[in-house]
């Protein structure tokens, strides 16, 4: 990714962290953490990966869908740009990967204590 894309999607990451935190009156958003967002080279779409370790993120997925035109809009007043991006939220399957790595390493230490 290109600077001017990289500088831009940190720039879109903090203000829809922003959005979800303070402007949203739902409040599963404020449990959703954006790992990381990935950009078309002409700015249209916007991939957002979230994660959550508190709530189940299918639900939650279904809800920012529902929401988008609102993030959108929230989104237009915090940035300037000619068009904003299609936001499609996916969930970040590597911050699932991690937690089941780490509960499977917690088990195993369980298992290995001497009682």
Excluded at 66 to 77: E, N, T, V, Y
Excluded at 92 to 100: I, N, R, S, T, V
Aim: hydrophobic residues 40%; without cysteine; proline residues 3%.
């Amino acid at each position: 990714m290109s600077y001017r894309l990289e500088k831009f999607a940190s720039t879109m990451k903090q203000a829809l962290g922003q959005i979800l935190m303070t402007d949203s009156l739902n409040p599963d958003f404020k449990f959703v953490t954006i790992s990381r967002i990935t950009l078309s080279g002409d700015l249209k779409k916007a991939d957002i990966f979230i994660s959550s370790p508190l709530i189940a993120l299918d639900e939650v997925l279904k809800q920012l869908q529902h929401s988008q035109g609102f993030i959108k809009r929230q989104l237009a007043k915090k940035m300037i740009l000619r068009y904003m991006p299609e936001l499609r939220f996916s969930k970040d399957l590597g911050f699932a990967f991690d937690q089941k790595i780490a509960s499977m390493q917690n088990k195993k230490d369980y298992e290995n204590t001497d009682r």
